[in-house]
């Protein structure tokens, strides 16, 4: 729409003015919904900033939208986060649909409440139907309600249309390299180059195209890498902006991006392709089969829409429709890890900040699947560029629900798989939906370019059985359907042409592992003792009261480790302490007054965000305020959770225990805090506490810990990425961040002595402690207590039954002196199962 008259916005508030850059939510700071300015306000009134219509208030009063008379949408939205507010600390003073004027109080809001409840104050004012902002009134920092801000320039924009007129000029075709297409960072980098002409510039792809200066219409592309792209531009520097954006987009708009990006057509497919294809293990075992590669369905998106109301209720259907079909798929599931899946998933349709983007996008004119996918599109992206690779895993379950329900708003039926026998399935990347409906008695396993080991559909093919391995290159999506392969998902490995004793020999592997996981079962309640008398504690690894009830009918001593930030991720609000203590409870309950439970204390930050704990973004999350150094940030949260678990401590042998200490002095803050809860209860003892070592400074200080502790577990996951310095889930290190690396191993064994010397025991409950590999070497090294995923807890009970302590201290004393992780599996894996043949080799 354009304007033909000057505009002057108002300051809809008194305050400090800030460049939207500077606002620390990249929703906003990346314009995404629209230009405009940011107010850190010392007012509590919003005003109306023009004339005109109020087009949208949200129903928790903390944004609203007002269309001007000649069809300019402004949108104000105050304070960050306020959504989870739920309407408390605002009060509406206008209606949905109500005329106002410029000037006129709007929303009056309780500061103080906002402060302590939100996460900023800064409120923004974003003119979202398009228009250029082309100045600031006034270069004053602060600023007056009703004081003229913005100008909205007719005359620039006139000038620009009028520059624009002329002959359409077109590129070569041009092949896009980024791995991911065009997603939410190069489209914004390639959007920002194209405001740099007055041209007006086309971005085509086949039959579709889009503004190339609109971030959301190049993202509505839906580019994949090896798209053919034309950019084409009408206006007196359109050789120019075709030049620039060509040579851009070739470079990969600040991406780093594959040989693929070239102006000639892709040549990959005439490349010999690689016999052997290398990814990490997501789902253990292996199959033989043949390709079957599974394309992303392309959907058609309109993006503009007639009626908002309509487009609203639209939305409102599919919402409740999607709700149904996870609901059935909730109530087929075969496990709780299934269940629980796609439970969050229900939980991302009510997630109220997807759903005030998709909101806002309706209210200036959007239809409701282009507002949908733009919400969808954009916090995904903000999830995979956080840097955590949880997050960007969770990305994957937001683009899944999110094409749940755009195939409800555009009637698009799922289209079957044509599964031959015996199917390998080759993909980009698999749903969780996708991969909790594989029929199992057609596809033998899966590979994929994208996802990581702890990804929902890595959880998912765990429980399915099906083994897959992620992180491949893309070029396996060029293996012919039919191709018969050989997938060894133990060593994270693809056979296009298998050596067929190889084949067999890993058939018959697989026969005998699954006889041996009968026999363990049927074992499950024995004790964890060896064959000369040393009893290994083995407990469980939970998130949930399912696990904890699970691990006990597995065999299950106790629990190890709870880890309590998984108890209530996928909230958007945190769980009141009667209902924490009311879960601390019932897993109390499910243990019993015998058995151990350890209750680790929240261990959130950078890679485990939890959404009602907001956080300031880090550069390096892992390195940053995680585990007990946020919590010591934030003591009421800390003490809120000591109540809860104290609540339980009469019922079972409650142990606490702290995440990520690397220091005394954070160990001993926390004690303080925990005795003033035990006190305030008038509680005879505190309960035994202890500390995760899994920071390289705890390992080292051990001694001087063990001296204030009551035990250590030692969290080898995090041991190891510190130790080693690489990222736990990094797809290409995978390989080597190996907790088997005799670093890691060395400082196991001096947590052990340091502890032992104090008459304190030591578990191991990260990954390693999982492995039947390392059941002889960690207890060897004088382990105490093992805690494991709960469905091995046979198999590691079993496999401490085979074992001769003596052997193994001896085994671990010389394994201790090698030299890499390589030669630390070699020496494990020459020794027989069985304890009276277990030779040590000179
Ligand atoms: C570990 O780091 O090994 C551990 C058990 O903690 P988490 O995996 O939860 O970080
Ligand atoms: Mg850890």
Known sequence: MAITQPLQLLAPLSGVLLPLEQVPDPVFSSRVIGDGLCIDPTSQTLCAPLSGVVSNLQRSGHALSITGEQGQQVLMHIGLDTVNLAGKGFTCLIEEGQQVTAGQPLIEFDADYLALHARSLLTLMLVVSGEAVTGLVSDRLLVVTGQPVLRLDPAAAAAQTSEAAGQALFSQPLILGNPQGLHARPAALLAQAAKCFAANICLHRREDSANAKSLVSIMALQTVQGDALQVSAVGADAEQAIQALVELLASGCGEKISAAASPEPRVAMEEPLDPLWRGVCASPGSAFGQVLQVAEQRLQIREAATSPQQERESLQQALGQAREALQLLRDSASGDAQQEIFRAHQELLDDPSLLE??????????????????????????????????????????????????????????????????????????????????????????????????????????????????????????????????????????????????????????????????????????????????????????????????????????????????????????????????????????????????????????????????????????????????????????????????????????????????????????????????????????????????????????????????????????????????????????????????????????????????????????????????????????????????????????????????????????????????????????????????????
């Open 357 to 842: 983007q998709a909101h806002a996008l309706i209210a200036t004119g959007k239809s409701a699947a282009f507002a949908w996918n733009s919400a969808i599109e954009v916090t995904a992206e903000l999830f995979k560029g956080l840097g955590s690779s949880l997050l960007a895993e969770r990305a994957v379950d937001l683009a899944d629900v999110g094409q749940r329900v755009l195939k409800l708003l555009l009637g698009v039926q799922e289209q079957a798989l044509n599964l031959p026998d015996q199917a390998i399935l080759i993909a980009e990347q698999l749903t969780p939906s996708q991969t909790a409906s594989l029929d199992t008695a057609k596809v033998l396993g899966f590979v994929t370019v994208g996802g990581g080991a702890t990804s929902h559909v890595a959880i998912l093919a765990r429980a399915l059985g099906l083994p897959a391995i992620c992180g491949l290159s893309p070029r396996v999506l060029s293996l012919a359907n039919g191709t018969r392969v050989l997938l060894d998902a133990d060593r994270g490995e693809l056979h296009t042409d298998p050596d067929p004793q190889r084949v067999q020999q890993l058939q018959a592997l697989r026969q005998q592992q699954r006889q041996r996981q009968q026999q363990d079962l049927a074992q499950a309640a024995h004790p964890a003792v060896t064959r000369d008398g040393h009893h290994l504690e083995v407990t469980a690894n939970i998130a949930s009261l399912a696990e904890a009830e699970q691990a006990m009918s597995l065999g299950g001593e106790g629990v190890g480790l709870l880890r309590s930030e998984f108890l209530y991720q996928d909230r958007s609000q945190a769980p009141s302490p009667e209902e924490q203590a009311a879960t601390y409870r019932a897993i109390a309950q499910a243990l019993g007054p015998t058995r151990n439970l350890v209750v680790r204390t929240l261990d959130v930050g950078g890679d485990k965000p939890l959404a009602y704990v907001p956080m300031d973004r880090e550069a390096n999350p892992f390195l940053g305020l995680r585990g007990i150094r946020l919590c010591l940030a934030r003591p009421e949260l800390l003490r809120e959770q000591f109540r809860a678990m104290l609540a339980c401590a009469g019922q079972t042998r409650l142990h606490i225990m702290l995440p990520m200490v690397s220091q005394l002095a954070e160990l001993r803050q926390a004690r303080q805090l925990l005795d003033d809860e035990v006190q305030a209860l008038g509680l005879a003892e505190r309960p035994k506490l202890g500390i995760m070592i899994e920071v390289p400074s705890a390992a080292l200080m051990a001694d001087r810990f063990a001296q204030e502790v009551d035990f250590f577990s030692i969290g080898t996951n995090d041991l190891t990425q510190y130790t080693l310095a690489m990222d736990r889930d990094h797809p290409r290190l995978a390989g080597q961040a190996d907790s088997f690396h005799p670093a890691v191993l060395r400082l196991i064994a001096r947590t052990v002595q340091a502890a032992h010397a104090h008459g304190k025991w030591v578990g191991v409950c990260g990954a390693l402690a999982s492995e039947p590999l390392a059941v002889p070497l960690l207890l060897g090294l004088g382990v105490d207590e093992l805690s494991v995923s709960v469905p091995l807890i046979p198999a590691i009970k079993a496999r401490v039954r085979e074992l001769d302590l003596n052997q193994c201290q001896a085994l671990a004393a010389r394994i201790i002196d090698l030299e890499d992780a390589a030669q630390v599996r070699e020496c494990l894996q020459r020794q027989p199962i069985a304890a009276d043949s277990l030779v040590l080799e000179n």
